[in-house]
């Protein structure tokens, strides 16, 4: 999170006051009407507002019908919860390499393809695009769903598209690290009348008996409680208004820092570099020895330190411990017998390697010309040393 004050209070303490704090029949309609005011931000058609960015991402797998006997592909470079979501309901998530782009790479998607593959997920990672021209021509080749998880990457875009509007499913987080935030929230958007409908069963324990903005005729099939209280969607609405202002005053900083030092840092390419949300600046180095340096001298981080984003630090997945009991591990699913799952701490050298040759700097939107200047000075001594 990156701005908040009055505003949100004010909301949240008008929900709070009215009394009025369930979504359903309430007063104000505030999760609704987040949202209406969310779908259209993105530009499709259906959304659905959800406790966190894991249960935007699993209900959007069961809305996809995704469960054992499927394979998911994902890159190996994500936070924990994109495969977690994929387990929990019982298919086997496939991990993927990624490319200097820091992103899912294609070429390395087509390799894993199988004819269990159900879906796909994309991770903007850290704001930057996916390269989804190149994932949707997979996707109609090879018949599987695409699911964005942009829950890095609210609002951003590519070739002036919403990112989370190109697959089936789009997924955003509103956890307190994100772009904006509740403290909690996610949302599912599509604009697939029946994955919409689906994916409002499953949020909400399988209910279809409550009255959603569109009537619910799908079957009703057994779900589990991923609803937001009526302050979440109160908070959530004021964040939105700010979302464009943040992501203006992100890409400036950014493209500053890199303007002033582009003669002598190299960077990680971009599938799109207006559409990136500018909250990670991203340089590369030639060996690890070199990043190593330079992330000591700047202070910040190398992604391959980055814990629970990099798949060898996924002991679920790692070490197959997919489910809470043995009986429901997918793992040992008679469904999932012969799916791809043999998955170890080296398998993905590539992503290894791209992660350690690289250097993180977060980005602030409301960093001053003095901030900058002393950002810009300390990436310039990185590189004289
Ligand atoms: C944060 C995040 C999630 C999960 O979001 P929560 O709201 O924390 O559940 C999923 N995928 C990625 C890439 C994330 O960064």
């Not at 689906?198 to 324990?205: G, K, N």
Request: hydrophobic letters at 40%.
């Amino acid at each position: 999170m990156f701005r908040w004050g009055q505003e949100e209070a004010d909301a949240a303490s008008r929900v709070i006051l009215s009394g009025s704090l369930f979504r359903i029949k309430s007063k104000f309609n505030e999760v609704t009407n987040f949202e209406k005011e969310l779908k259209a931000k993105i530009g499709v058609e259906h959304c659905v507002c959800v406790n966190s960015g894991t249960g935007a991402i699993t209900a959007g797998l069961a809305a996809l019908g995704v469960g054992p006997g499927d394979e998911v592909i994902m890159p190996g470079y994500t936070f924990i919860a994109t495969a977690g979501a994929v387990l929990a309901l019982g298919a086997i998530p496939v991990i993927c390499e990624i490319d200097e782009t820091l992103t899912m790479d294609p070429i390395d998607v087509e390799k894993k393809v199988s004819k269990h593959t159900k879906a796909i997920i994309p991770v903007d990672i850290q704001g930057f695009p996916c390269d989804m021209d190149r994932l949707t021509a997979l996707s109609k080749k090879y018949k599987f769903a695409i699911l964005e998880d942009a829950c890095q990457a609210d609002g951003g875009s590519y070739k002036g598209k919403r990112l989370g509007s190109f697959g089936e499913i789009g997924t955003f987080s509103f956890n307190w690290y994100k772009i904006i935030s509740a403290g909690e929230g996610g949302a599912m958007v599509t604009n697939d009348i029946n994955l919409y409908q689906r994916a409002i069963i499953f949020h909400d324990i399988g209910s279809n008996f409550w009255p959603y903005e569109e009537k619910i005729t799908e079957p009703s099939f057994n779900g589990r409680n991923f609803r937001v209280s009526e302050v979440t969607g109160a908070i959530l609405r004021e964040q939105l208004k700010r979302l464009d202002g943040i992501l203006a005053d992100l890409r400036r900083v950014k493209k500053t820092i890199m303007d002033a030092i582009s003669g002598f840092a190299r960077f990680a390419p971009s599938n799109d570099i207006n559409g990136d949300c500018g909250v990670m600046m991203a340089l590369r180095f030639g060996t690890v020895e070199e990043a190593i340096k330079a992330e000591e001298v700047i202070g910040t981080n190398r992604p391959i330190n980055t814990g629970k984003h990099v798949y060898c630090n996924w002991p679920n997945v790692m070490e197959k411990r997919g489910a809470h009991c043995e009986s429901a591990n997918p793992y040992k699913y008679e469904a999932n017998k012969g799916l791809n799952m043999d998955f170890g701490p080296k398998s993905l050298p590539n992503t290894l390697d791209i992660l350690a040759r690289t250097v993180y700097m977060p980005m602030n939107p409301d960093w001053d010309s003095a901030k900058i200047d002393e950002k810009i000075k300390l990436i310039k001594s990185a590189y004289n040393k």
